[in-house]
Structures are given as C-alpha cells and as structure tokens.
C-alpha cells in the first residue's frame, strides 16, 4: 500500500486514492470513508457508525467519545477498491451461489453455509490468494461439517484500500476454478443425504441381557444429529455365522448403510471383523491411524457402505467414525488414501 502525505489535511493511500483530514466541528453535512468502531473492554465491540454515513450535529459528542476529532473523507482512485467492496467482489468470485454473503463490516464478508452439509474448500486457491497480501481469505478446513448458518469462510481486506488488480487476481484464480472443475466453486457446501442405517450389535455380553446396550443410543445420536436414522437394531453373539446371517438380513432391508457395533479388538473371542468379510465385503481398510478409533473398520459390499465399529464410539466424542461417517453422508466413496490421510492430525487422545 501507498501511502504519504501532500499537506498536512491530506493523506495519498492506494495507487490513487486521496483521503482528507477534517475536523468533526466541520464535518456536518460529509460522509465516512470507512466504518469507525466503538470498544467498550468486557462490554462491546462493533460499529458506532458505518462508511457513507452522513455525519449530523448530535454525531460529534459520539465521535469525540471514541477519539476522533478528525475524520476522513475519501476520494478514491481508479485503480483502488475501498476495503468493503474488495471484501464482497472476493467472496462473490468464490462462493457458490447457495452460499449467504453477510453485508460488509470493516472490511470483512462471511459466507455462510444455508444448509447442514459438509465444507468443500480448495486449499490451493486459499493459499494462492493470501500470497497476494493485503487481502486475505480464512475458511474453516474440508470436509468440515457444517450447521445451518455457520460461516465456511471470510474475505478481507487489511487496508482500508487495496488495489483493483488484486480483487482481479482473486476473480481470476476463481473462474480458472470453475473451468477446470465443470461449474463448481472454490468455496461450497455438499448437502448430507438423509440415509437409513441397519445397526448391528454384537457381544453375547448384551445378547443375552446380561448388561444393558449403549453402544447403540450413541450411534442413533451420531446419525440423528446429522440428519440421517437408525433404521432397525438388531443383535448377535459373538458367532460368526450368525453375524454374517444378520448382515445379510440387514442388507435385504434395502437399508442404505450397514453399521456393526462390538468384537472389533484383537481379542480371538471378537469375530466381527472375519464376518464382515465373510458376509462379502470389499475391505477399504482394517485401522486406522486415528486415536481415538483406530480399530474402525470401513468396507463396502457393492455399493452399500459397511463399518465395524470400536468401542471409543460409545464415550469418545470424536473418533474416526465421526470423520468418515459424514463423508459417507454427503455421498462421498471413501477410499485406502482417505484412511490414510487420517493420520496427519488424528492423535486426539491415548
């Protein structure tokens, strides 16, 4: 940014942009080149008054309050973009148009999601676009669910004018996007499919009533909260044969997922695993490289998506099931790279 002085009420930022000090005494009848904000420390923050307002005699004891005794009047450039409008040209080029875009405030334009789904976010284009400087773009991380009304991203411009090419350069990066990937934007938000799931728990512990089941009120919950439901829940002992004749069952349903909670340890008494392949699923991976849920396992039988689940599911609040269980929702087909990419990141407790 440009930025010098030609005499003393005149201030030259930008390219081209010229900013004029005035006293507020003087100032009745101007208009504000930018937002002002007002800090009460523990109280408030936020705007006493935006850009454009028209300032009046009973704004000058506000102004004094927050120390200004001067504002500045903008004449902007050609080649420069008020901070707000830089703000909302950026995230126009790279929001989908599902997305709401909240009014300009110092600067700054949140995205927000109209939806629950899951955050599509290209990391190269936000990478790409806070090397320009004096602009920047912070979003929330892929794959990243997402609740109605949650922000995915910001767009914001640091000083109060940044330059038009900049803003052009974002423009551009973002419809290179959209060519090379039919249409879609860097920023998004993939809705969640509502699926029904049959639910497996085994453990002849719980077969047999000898304690009381919470492994599946934890997984009706985990669905529930993201859309989908628990179908049917059924049980099985620790059999083999048995397990495989239940997931059969389940599949016959039409059920959309196969979900099996219990026997997925090392122990030789836990024969979850073996079943589920035995039942005719195509095994994605056995582990994970995730604490807590490192013994998850992710298969498919056909196109229909099959998980044994370890134990942390029921106490832990976040697992490896909470990764790739929206994954799944939003329609995603999880492969061996997604497991493990898992790992980068993944140490959340021992």
């Known amino acids: 940014m440009i930025l010098g ?18 006293s507020v005494y003087d100032a009745v009848g101007l208009r504000l080149a930018h937002d002002l904000t007002r800090i009460i420390p523990g109280q408030f923050k936020g705007r006493l008054f935006t850009r454009g307002h028209l300032i009046s005699e009973a704004d000058i004891p506000s102004l004094l309050d927050i120390g200004k005794e001067h504002i500045f009047i903008m004449e902007l450039g050609d080649d420069d973009l008020h901070e707000d409008d830089a703000a909302i040209r950026m995230a126009k080029a790279l929001a989908s148009n599902e997305l709401n875009l909240t009014a300009p405030h110092e600067g700054k334009v949140s995205l927000k999601s109209p939806i629950l789904g899951l955050a599509q976010i290209d990391q190269g284009i936000v990478e790409a676009i ?70 497996l728990t085994t453990g002849g512990e719980v077969f047999n009533g000898r304690i009381q ?48 909670t219990g026997g997925m340890s090392v122990d030789p008494d836990d024969r979850t695993p073996g079943a589920i392949k035995a039942a005719g699923a195509t095994i994605v991976s056995y582990g994970t490289p995730m604490l807590p849920g490192s013994m998850l396992l992710m298969g498919y039988i056909g196109e229909i998506p099959i998980m044994g689940l370890p134990g942390c599911v029921m106490h832990d609040p976040y ?32």
Not at 155 to 175: D, G, H, S
Not at 233 to 243: G, L
Not at 325 to 347: F, M, N, S
């Open 5 to 22: 002085k030609n005499d003393d009420n005149v201030v030259t930022i930008g390219n081209s942009t010229v900013l004029r000090e005035v």
């Open 130 to 199: 806070n090397e320009l400087g004096e602009i920047a773009l912070a979003t929330v991380k892929q794959n990243t669910v997402v609740q109605i009304g949650s922000p995915l991203a910001a767009t914001r411009a640091i000083p109060l004018v940044v330059p038009k090419k900049k803003v052009e350069e974002v423009e551009r990066l973002a419809q290179d996007y959209r060519e090379q990937h039919n249409g879609e934007t860097p920023i998004s938000v993939k809705p969640f499919r509502k699926l029904k799931a049959g639910l």
């Open 213 to 260: 089941d919470k492994f599946g009120p934890a997984v009706i919950e985990k669905l529930r909260a993201l859309g989908s439901e628990v179908a049917e829940q059924r049980f099985a002992p620790d059999d083999r044969q048995t397990i495989v004749k239940e997931i059969h069952y389940l599949l016959a349903q039409g059920y959309d997922m196969i979900l099996i």
């Open 319 to 350: 697992t490896s099931f909470d990764v790739l269980l929206p994954r799944i929702l939003a329609g995603d087909i999880i492969v061996r790279k997604d497991i493990v990419e898992l790992g980068y990141g993944g140490l959340l407790g021992c």
